[in-house]
């Protein structure tokens, strides 16, 4: 069922469609590659209280957008597979008790390998969830060591296993542009991950984020990254090895079969609408006054005091003006194969785009105009997407 835009007042032009994002934020242990708003907890974490603190943030939120249909909802984090399925299908009940669901709706699931026995899988299923996205990052034990993972090589494979036998829809994730990687060896490692993969994988190039441990050890000299070259070399790899194998790139780190794109992350790139609850969280909402960015406390224990407090643990609520609007529309769905439209563009932002300016990029082959209409980052002007943007914004 779609919700008439008679009952909301509001009828975004290029709807790209509504969403729902629930953070939980809590890990086994913390991944030194990452920078992710997730914390390690040595006691027992209270579901029910968390619960209750969802509850209350998203009433928050549909009081803010009324009369949407939800098409997708992601649990992510974190490790969402540390929630008990009880705790994961009363948020699912919530959430459609706020807001009509669409028939087809998509409900992903992040998990690790570690959590995600196919008992505690089969919970999920029955709870709503229809979709998991496992944290598997490396097919072998040097490199998951070296990772920081706790799951072994073998725990992976059983773990997609227990996906592929439960769920229709499964992807998982890995790392590349390791300290050393060979790109032979990355090719016949990624040949057997989507051996494995029915539909989807998620391919992230190893950076070295501010404040985690793995810049604590490259300042220290006892990691070296790749260089930019490598790194490169690594990332057509990439490319060619998915192609090769029918997953092509939808967007720059997401590859999958034609029809099998993760819905929810489309909804991102293609600046759709969504609600986001929990500790970190974001949203974009289109409100009676625009469209309005929120982000909630970081700090898991603050949040839930904060939304105890005041029924919403928001830190910053911002009305985004044309020109943020369509710099946000700009940075995400040039990420995207399927590119841009410049009318919507033109719509968010109240002015075209610089024909000038496409057309330079155009000549320098960083930006190509397709057959849709749509303008889309070119092989070369991927990896420098922000100057692409840079240039068009201006």
């Not at 699931?109 to 089969?122: G, H």
């Not at 709870?127 to 598997?136: F, H």
């Not at 990332?235 to 720059?252: K, V």
Request: hydrophobic share 40%; with cysteine; charged share 20%.
């Amino acid at each position: 069922m779609t919700a008439n835009p008679s009952e909301t007042g509001i009828q975004p032009p290029f709807d790209a469609g509504f969403g729902v994002y629930v953070h939980w934020p809590f890990c086994a242990s913390k991944c030194p590659y990452c920078d992710f708003n997730s914390h390690v907890r040595h006691h027992r974490i209270d579901e029910a209280r968390y619960l209750a603190a969802f509850k209350q943030e998203l009433a928050a939120q549909a009081a803010m957008a009324p009369g949407r249909t939800v098409g997708s909802i992601f649990f992510g984090g974190g490790t969402p597979s540390l929630m008990q399925p009880s705790t994961v299908g009363a948020i699912l009940d919530i959430i459609a008790g706020l807001w009509p669901i669409h028939d087809s709706v998509e409900v992903t699931l992040e998990a690790n390998p570690t959590s995600v026995e196919a008992e505690r899988l089969r919970g999920y299923r029955a709870a709503g969830v229809n979709r998991v996205s496992l944290g598997i990052q490396a097919m072998n034990d040097p490199d998951l060591r070296a990772l920081g993972r706790l799951h072994s090589a073998d725990e992976a494979r059983t773990a997609i296993a227990a996906a592929a036998s439960i769920f229709d829809r499964y992807s998982f994730d890995l790392i590349y542009a390791r300290p050393d990687q060979d790109p032979k060896a990355w090719a016949a490692e990624l040949a057997q991950a989507i051996s494995l993969s029915a539909e989807h994988l998620s391919l992230y190039q190893l950076t070295i984020e501010p404040g985690t441990v793995f810049e604590r050890l490259r300042d220290a000299g006892k990691l070296v990254p790749l260089d930019d070259e490598r790194a490169r070399i690594l990332f057509d790899t990439t490319r060619e090895t998915c192609d090769r194998f029918g997953l092509p790139a939808y967007e720059i780190s997401n590859h999958a079969r034609p029809g099998a794109e993760c819905r929810h992350n489309l909804l991102y790139w293609r600046y759709g609408e969504y609600a986001g609850v929990g500790p970190g969280a974001h949203a974009r909402l289109l409100t009676q006054k625009g469209r309005m960015a929120l982000s909630t406390e970081r700090h898991p224990e603050k949040w839930l005091e904060h939304v105890e407090a005041h029924g919403h643990a928001f830190i910053d609520e911002e009305m985004l003006s044309a020109e943020a609007q369509g710099d946000e529309f700009l940075l995400m769905g040039l990420r995207l194969s399927e590119g841009i439209l410049p009318q919507r563009f033109e719509v968010l932002s109240g002015r075209p785009l610089g024909q000038s300016s496409i057309a330079s990029l155009i000549e320098g082959g960083f930006l190509e105009e397709i057959a849709t209409g749509a303008l889309r980052a070119t092989v070369a002007g991927v990896p420098v997407l922000n100057s692409v943007v840079r240039n068009l914004a201006a």
